[in-house]
């Protein structure tokens, strides 16, 4: 079975831009979570997404938002680019129900 | 708030060392826990997991129990290989934060032969 894809792995964007992230993750699951992962803060959990719904959401600025499509796949944006937003960004799933994650390689992205 | 404490890092060993990272957790409710390890850009693999008290999670050597007394997961292997360097996260998951892991801050560890 596929793991969780992620796409693209890297990025550079400007200050000010915004950009677009897309996960698919592995067939069957319909729970999709992404994570921030920066050296000074770590692993943050961003929101989950579930029959596309958003069910779960962390403690981030609402420029950070996602969406999920009917085949579970999600994507999640980032507006108005701060060089605080260069980070991997992790986006995992599983089945509901399962605690459990499965994360994909991540989305490096460089803010300047 | 849920939270997850690890120690503090990095961690050096040599070939076939004794390896232990400690991990706490906070103890609302009940739960899951587990161990991930992530290689230089990659994403996190799961290494193992434990769901209640008692519960003992393996794979690859590696091995954590779940010990509700001291609301800890520490991770332990015997022998560690150089195909071990990697950074290990402890998490928790549990109740009705749906999709939320929270994990602690990671465990750098570097095996030299």
């Known amino acids: 079975k596929a793991g969780v894809t992620q796409t693209p792995r890297y990025l550079i964007k400007t200050r000010g831009q915004q950009v677009t992230l897309s996960c698919s993750p592995i067939s069957g699951h319909r729970s999709v979570s992404w994570y921030q992962q920066t050296p000074g803060q770590g692993l943050q959990f961003l929101f989950e997404y579930f029959s596309e719904t958003q069910r779960n959401k962390g403690n981030f600025p609402g420029r950070f938002s996602g969406r999920q499509f009917s085949n579970s796949r999600s994507e999640m944006n980032v507006s108005t680019l701060e060089l605080g937003d260069s980070a991997l960004y992790l986006c995992?799933?599983?089945?509901?129900?399962?605690?459990?994650?499965?994360f994909g390689p991540g989305t490096r992205l460089t803010v300047t | 708030g849920n939270s997850v404490t690890q120690m503090e890092g990095p961690v050096t060993l040599s070939e076939e060392a004794f390896l232990t990272i400690n991990c706490t957790y906070t103890?609302?409710?009940?739960?899951?826990l587990f161990w991930y390890v992530q290689y230089p850009g990659e994403g996190l693999q799961l290494l193992l997991k434990a769901t209640k008290a008692d519960d003992k999670g393996s794979n690859k050597g590696f091995e954590a129990t779940y010990r509700k007394e001291t609301t800890s997961f520490h991770l332990e292997k015997g022998s560690v290989q150089v195909s071990d360097s990697a950074v290990y996260f402890c998490a928790r998951a549990g109740g009705t934060s749906y999709g939320k892991l929270t994990f602690g801050q990671g465990t750098i560890l570097t095996v030299h032969p």
């Open positions: 995992a799933s599983s089945v509901d129900g399962a605690y459990e994650q499965y």
């Open positions: 103890a609302t409710g009940y739960p899951s």
